[in-house]
């Protein structure tokens, strides 16, 4: 598999979507795009046809990719596959205007869709949707789990600019349509492929348990009211805007049995009655109010990089779904990790900043936040 | 304030969140090996001391008998007599009433601080300090007549032994082997008289 991934700033999209063609190979079977929310959605389809014509591809907006072991921020990353043998193959599921009253018909029709994907890599690239899509993987997890099966699922939630505590939409570019409201898992065949999911969150922390919530809003840990809490993290701290990203620092870990953390919730807003996360939360689930540093981060990166190419070897191509907020811990080693994954894993790497990753930790599918996960991809080549 | 001085004082206060907790825990842990310790001491059934905890306080109290002069201590050993046919004829749950009624009786007729146990089944012991023999004779025999009273429709009635500390001795398993044994004895006279009805 030759995979080569490029990328392009030019604040004008047909520019930047032809300066993508001219560093595209010849013939490529399939191509991801990420594009960045600051160019007009709606041309993004025409645009594409134009310069490229009929091609297999899946477009995301983004408002940074990685390209290699660049960030392009505000730009257009283009990651152009062309498979070495013809049992390669890409097969796509879109569902598109998700919402809370079709949930049980999703999760039934993404299930019979993976179900029968278990030796494919399955990539799952989806908006936030209000908060459904974090809640259909947290779902599709507890029936898989139920079921015992153990489909390869990895992706993330696009990112998209935050205006106050609102979320911009993110739309999906597929087939020459915008579609809203939707995910796309994109399933390849005849890959072999390992996936590892790195955090660097301080293990020890004091335990809280969730006695009240709606979803993503936790009313009371303990039995106290929650709103406590973030307001003692910022206590004598003045109130500004950027107060909302310094509670990233302070993730909230879902702990099991073992005090183990299974995923990790970040901060998205609190007033006095509620903390509100960017993932689900159950009642009587017990949190683990956690820390991170930037060197901690990169310490885990470099760890998780390493026994993936022990246990994997060499790479074709690598996936990343790194969330958000390490961008901002990571601060000015923001490009640092990606060139560590690509240095260590000594492979092209395309992926981008999530609102949420999506992959399987201690045998459970879950949303996660404040993660990364890095994905090492090899074609199989017939003897 | 810049974001790094933020940072740091948003460290500091998550330190001191985690002292609290950590100190909340602690006195958690506290409190529930508190609760432990009162569980193990008591019989979940009748709520009278177990076993156990009536050996520890005999330990104590043959230790102080041994050191003051003049000082004495009953051992009493008490047992139901015809409690077998009330669990056979009427059930479990009719049984277990009975001895949480039983033990209910114990406890009024002895004084606070006066150690009313279950032994097991339905045993009970009782040990009583700074009393004469006649009084605490007297007051078994209120309770005997109590029990027999409550429990006529049952024909339930309770047997007796008695040891007492230094005269029988200072060991504890002979004085309740004693206790015992004596009980039985009654027990003995309570099934001839029976017979004889």
């Given amino acids: 598999m030759d995979t080569v991934i490029v990328g392009s700033q030019n604040p004008i999209l047909r520019f930047a979507v032809r300066e993508l063609k001219e560093k595209a190979p010849k013939g490529f079977d399939f191509a991801l795009f990420s594009i960045s929310p600051s160019y007009p959605h709606q ?151 390992q996936f590892q999911i790195s955090s660097g969150v301080f293990k020890k922390g004091p335990i809280y348990t969730v006695t009240k919530t709606d979803t993503f809003k936790i009313y009371e840990l303990n039995g106290k009211p929650a709103g406590y809490l973030p307001r003692k993290l910022l206590k004598d701290i003045e109130p500004s805007n950027d107060n909302q990203f310094l509670l990233w ?32 939360v159950k009642e009587g689930e017990r949190l683990k109010l956690s820390i991170v540093l930037s060197t901690e981060l990169m310490k885990d990166a470099e760890k998780t990089a390493k026994n993936l190419k022990e246990s994997f070897g060499m790479a074709d191509f690598c996936f990343n779904f790194s969330c958000i907020a390490r961008e901002k811990i990571l601060e000015q080693f923001e490009e640092k990790e990606i060139e560590l994954y690509g240095r260590l894993l000594n492979a092209p790497l395309f992926g981008f900043f999530t609102h949420g990753e999506v992959a399987k930790k201690n045998g459970k599918l879950r949303i996660h936040n404040l993660t990364s996960v890095i994905a090492a991809v090899r074609e199989r080549y017939e003897l | 304030m810049n974001f790094k001085d933020k940072k740091l ?20 842990k506290k409190e529930l090996l508190a609760e432990l310790e009162k569980k193990a001491m008591y019989d979940p059934l009748t709520g009278l ?49 009975v001895l949480k009624e039983v033990a ?72 309740i082997t004693l206790a015992d044994r004596r009980m039985y004895q009654m027990k003995e006279k309570h099934k001839a008289k029976n017979l004889d009805k």
């Fill in chain 2, 104 to 175: 209910q009786l114990l406890k009024t007729h002895f004084r606070k601080y006066d150690i009313v146990a279950r032994f097991g089944g339905d045993e009970f012991m009782v040990v009583v300090r700074n009393r004469t023999k006649g009084e605490v004779e007297d007051i078994l025999k209120k309770l005997q007549e109590r029990i027999e009273e409550i429990f006529k429709n049952f024909e339930i009635s309770v047997s007796y032994g008695i040891a007492v500390a230094p005269d029988d001795g200072t060991d504890i398993d002979k004085l």
């Fill in chain 1, 43 to 193: 041309d993004v389809p025409a645009t594409i046809k134009k310069e490229f014509g009929s091609i297999n591809y899946v477009g995301f907006s983004s408002s940074s990719a990685f390209a290699n072991i660049k960030v392009i921020n505000d730009g257009i990353v283009g990651c152009f596959f062309k498979f070495s043998s013809p049992k390669t193959k890409v097969c796509t599921y879109v569902r598109e205007n998700v919402s809370r009253e079709n949930r049980r018909d999703v999760i039934k029709e993404m299930e019979e869709f993976l179900s029968k994907r278990e030796d494919k890599l399955n990539v799952v690239i989806a908006d936030f949707i209000d908060g459904e899509f974090p809640i259909l993987i947290e779902e599709l997890g507890k029936e898989f789990q139920r079921r015992g099966t153990g489909v390869p699922l990895i992706g993330g939630i696009i990112a998209t600019p935050i205006v106050g505590n609102e979320r911009q939409k993110g739309y999906l570019f597929y087939n020459g349509n915008v579609v809203e409201d939707c995910f796309i898992v994109i399933s390849f065949s005849n890959l072999d492929f």
């Fill in chain 2, 49 to 97: 001391f177990n076993r156990q905890a009536l050996i520890e306080f005999l330990i104590k109290e043959i230790e102080r008998v041994k050191r003051e002069k003049g000082e004495k201590l009953f051992v009493i050993f008490l047992d139901l007599d015809n409690f077998k046919q009330v669990n056979d004829l009427y059930g479990h749950k009719k049984g277990d009433e």
């Fill in chain 2, 9 to 28: 004082k948003l460290f500091l206060n998550y330190i001191e969140e985690l002292t609290e907790q950590y100190e909340e825990l602690l006195n958690q």
């Fill in chain 1, 249 to 280: 620092y302070t993730p909230f870990g879902i702990v099991n049995e073992g005090n183990e953390i299974e995923a990790l919730r970040l901060i998205r807003s609190f007033t006095d009655d509620y903390i509100e996360l960017w993932g689900p």
